[in-house]
């Protein structure tokens, strides 16, 4: 390893460095004026049913660069304040149950990383798109077409990803757009999907998450580029048409401040009553931990098209809404922000971002537009992740736009809310759907892995407040086995009765999958019984005589008495029994089963549970399942860390676990890649001195650590030190006979003495974690960073340059950290010659020790600096 630090001599003068050029916030024409690249007509699918091909299914993360990382100025936003909306919710916050969703199904399914779901509603199809591929459904969700390829199906020439879909009401068409050779946007011919042509067009300026939304005069479409051309309007009448030659307008966005990424998002229409031509908005958040921003607020801007004489085009300076304080920056604008459930690995909180997508609506007496992002409501260390959600209004079509309402809206039980989308239905009612996963204050965590949910609040509701109880659509088996997840949802509103809304959103269900569920806001059904989850037994050696225990909910508006209810292990027989006594409208029972389970046989174990009601007013929710694995589990010794004893941050490899004093702490779905022969810098943080340390790997994978599986012994941290913070970074060697393979690895601390040769020993003063090693080959991409050399040179102003000079040809990573082990700072970078060169600026942050970490986060492999900012 080749490292050098330079450091010069900090001056006084504190400047902001922010590497982004803006426009000057004044109206501005056209940048880009001309037509369509190309355009193709493409015959209906149904027509060409030999050359369709199977949707793309390889695991893999999404070619999209939504991934490049977003740039913040440490300390700049202090956040010493928690969201103050959802600090203090309305009274009437979820205090009104409606029915649960009237159809719930499992759309697609894909192992893309993210999956990009997204759908929309026309009078008699559900168009679902994810990130490589579509299908097509009934509104009874019956699937019409399988999962398909968009090449050649409606796309001949080729593309990636990224696809979206939106049903043009005043048109009764289809709209779908793809990335690839630009952006490629299809327009049927006709109201049908399968039956009907698509005239296809190319746009080859567009970068990246297009995003397009439909207005009267034109598609409008924004794009994540750093350069111009933000916005694009498209000739909608002409593209309807089939004109080869349809136009196309480029805008930037005067004013506009990023934080490298750019997701703005043109109002969509949500029904077939069109505006006025003319005065198209355009909006996105302003966080004041971003270069350029000096409080948090929401700009909008109006585009105004002239197709006769495109060169009168314009587009508005921005208007400046001051809003409620947020935080939208998570984890220094890394990806790896919402730690799911018994310590799995950290997803994507989709931050700086307006969610897809923001709905226009027109009513007798003003216009609506609604839209959201993602907040962290915890100002401290900690995250909660919350919806900051919006209704903006004008008294009439070009009429100024006001804010009407904000909310932040936080899901109950501590858990977080983010990843929506919204829209209003004909009576002006707002639907949101959601993703929600246990926080760190959820009761039991793992019974809560990421699920969709909705809400939502009626039309004269307390201002700011989502008076809607939570209602689940489909809960989540497992963790999301990556970071990247989303990129978006989509929520529609069905065209045939403009009141049941329609939402896709990703969760896992024995493998990646986008769930669409349909659901109305309304109050609940007569008769509803449902089955909400088996709670025992847990994964463990498991006997022939195992308790089944189940929750049963009564979602409906009577109350239920002696229901039968059931039970199927492996698809067997079914055990039926009934519930003796009365089940309250809306309350949740638990029953345990008179006959027990047979699950002595070693391994998986499928148990299905389900309500029996006749004459159930909605069946979707009869019935869940759970898969429970019998076999060897790992002592989970105690210990007392109440002192600061124990560990505060655990960072190898590519784990880097900031935690608090669990006693044990189960984060074996944080995993370190690690190689046979090598040695890597283990960082551990405690909160008091003279703490041994040892860890261990499993190689023999028996279920004990042995002394001969030691790759720390006793390590000692702050000898002769009280309390205090302390950071040290010491070796962890892995023998070079070690067995491959994923193995158990287990970290034990104690305090004032050697750790014990039994890591299954309590210790008064310390703690034991667990993570997961996977012991492999050193890959090309380690060998090329280990022979990388990182410069660090300071400038003045606390600014920092950082180089690192490398044969690694990939997508690197920066991170930077404080000596706790928090992200404050993350963002990809693109290499330039021979290195890549990041511009650190530090001006707002406090005076201190940090450390600088450059690589690649897919290999896990990195060059390490500390520098000090005084």
């Known amino acids: 390893m080749k490292l050098k630090y330079f450091i010069f001599a900090v001056f006084a003068t504190v400047f902001s460095f922010t590497g982004f050029s ?27 049913k030999s050359e369709l091909l199977p949707a793309d299914n390889s695991d893999k993360e999404a070619l999209d ?43 697609a399914s894909s192992n893309s990383q993210p999956t990009d779901p997204s759908l929309a509603v026309g009078p008699n199809h559900v168009f679902v798109v994810f990130n490589t591929g579509f299908t097509i459904y009934d509104k009874n969700g019956n699937q019409l077409l399988g999962q398909t390829s968009p090449n050649p199906a409606i796309f001949p020439s080729g593309g990636c990803c990224d696809l979206t879909v939106s049903y043009d009401n005043a048109a009764d068409r289809w709209v779908v757009s793809f990335l690839g050779a630009g952006a490629q946007i299809a327009v049927s011919d006709g109201p049908d999907p399968i039956n009907d042509g698509w005239y296809v067009y190319t746009i080859s300026q567009i970068n990246d998450y297009q995003k397009l939304s439909i207005w009267s005069d034109g598609y409008y479409m924004t794009d994540n580029t750093g350069s111009a051309n933000k916005v694009w309007a498209l000739e909608r009448a002409e593209m309807l048409n089939g004109n080869p030659s349809a136009q196309i307008l480029g805008f930037n ?85 919402l730690t799911q459930p018994g310590g799995g690995i950290a997803i994507d909180a989709l931050q700086a971002t307006i969610m897809n997508q923001a709905q226009f609506r027109r009513f007798g007496t003003h216009n609506s537009a609604v839209f959201n992002f993602v907040v962290d409501t915890d100002a401290t260390a900690g995250e909660r992740a919350g919806v900051r959600w ?8 070009g009429a100024p736009w006001s804010l009407y309402q904000e909310g932040t809206y936080t899901s109950p039980d501590g858990k ?69 997840y989303g990129d978006y949802s989509k929520i529609d509103i069905d065209p045939s009765d403009d009141t049941t809304f329609w939402f896709i959103n990703e969760y896992m269900n024995s493998g990646r999958k986008d769930v669409v569920g349909a659901f109305q806001l309304v109050p609940p059904q007569p008769n509803d019984l449902g089955m909400v989850s088996i709670d025992a037994p847990n994964n463990g050696i498991l006997t022939a005589t195992e ?83 019998n076999g060897l589990l790992y002592c989970q ?58 860890v261990w790997i499993d190689y023999n994978d028996d279920g004990t650590f042995t002394a001969n599986e030691l790759v720390v012994d006793n390590y000692e941290i702050a000898d002769g030190q009280a309390a205090g913070t302390y950071t040290e970074t010491f070796d962890l ?75 690694f040809d990939g997508v690197a990573s920066i991170r930077i950290y404080n000596q706790l082990g928090q992200t404050l700072a993350f963002n990809n970078l693109e290499k330039k010659g021979d290195r890549y060169v990041y511009q650190l600026d530090m001006s707002y942050a406090a005076d201190g020790v940090y450390f600088i970490q450059v690589g690649d986060r897919t290999s896990s492999s990195y060059q390490t600096a500390k520098i000090i900012v005084r």
């Open 547 to 629: 308790d089944i225990v189940v929750s049963i909910r009564n979602f409906g508006s009577n109350d239920i008495t002696n229901p039968d209810i059931q039970y199927i292990v492996n698809g067997g027989t079914p055990v039926v029994e009934t519930y003796t006594g009365t089940i309250v409208a809306g309350t949740v029972e638990s029953y345990t089963f008179a006959t027990t389970a047979d699950l002595s046989a070693p391994g998986s174990h499928t148990i299905e549970a389900k309500t029996n009601l006749p004459g159930d007013s909605n069946t979707n929710n009869d019935s869940t399942m759970k898969t429970v694995f």
């Open 65 to 107: 660069r939504r991934s490049m990382g977003n740039s913040v100025i440490i300390g700049k936003d202090p956040q010493t304040v928690d969201d103050l909306l959802a600090s203090n919710p309305d009274p009437a916050t979820g205090s009104v149950r409606v029915a649960p969703p009237l159809l719930v199904f499992d759309a």
């Open 416 to 484: 977080h809310a983010w990843h929506a989308s919204m829209i209003m239905d004909s009576a002006g009612n707002i639907g949101m759907g959601y993703s929600g996963m246990a926080g760190p204050t959820t009761p039991n965590p793992t019974d809560f892995r990421v699920s969709s949910y909705y809400t939502g609040r009626f039309d004269g509701d307390p201002l700011g407040t989502m008076t809607v109880f939570e209602e689940l659509i489909a809960a989540g088996n497992q963790n999301i086995p990556g970071l990247r």
């Open 390 to 397: 919006f209704e903006f209004r004008q008294a009439s079509d």
């Open 253 to 337: 966005l005067p004013g506009i401040q990023t934080s490298g990424f750019y997701s703005p998002q043109a109002f969509n229409v949500s029904n077939d009553d069109l505006p006025a031509p003319g005065g198209a908005p355009i909006v996105y958040l302003q966080d004041d931990a971003w270069g350029g921003v000096a409080t948090d607020h929401v700009k909008i801007w109006l585009v105004d098209v002239d197709w006769v004489t495109p060169g009168n085009s314009t587009i508005s300076a921005a208007t400046e809404f001051t809003t409620t304080p947020f935080i939208s920056v998570f984890d220094g604008g890394s990806f790896s922000n």
């Open 733 to 807: 060697v892995v023998p070079a006979n070690a067995t491959t393979g994923s193995h158990r690895m287990r970290a034990k601390s104690n305090w004032d003495a050697p750790v014990p040769g039994d890591a299954c020993t309590t210790t008064q003063y310390g703690e034991t974690e667990d993570y997961t090693a996977n012991v492999g080959s050193l890959g090309t991409g380690d060998n090329e960073l280990a022979n990388s050399e990182l410069l660090v040179v300071t400038k003045p102003g606390k600014q920092f340059e950082v180089t690192l000079i490398t044969p």
């Open 22 to 48: 803006q426009t000057e916030n004044v109206e501005t024409n056209a940048n880009y004026i001309g037509t369509v690249s190309h355009m193709e007509y493409v015959p209906s699918i149904a027509s060409r």
């Open 637 to 694: 010794p105690s210990a007392d860390c109440s002192f600061g004893d124990g560990f505060q941050l655990f960072s190898v490899a590519e784990i880097n676990n900031p935690s608090g004093c669990e006693g044990y702490g189960d984060f074996t779905s944080q995993v370190a890649n690690l190689a046979p022969g090598t040695t890597y810098d283990l960082t551990v943080t405690t909160g008091y001195g003279d703490q041994f340390v040892s």
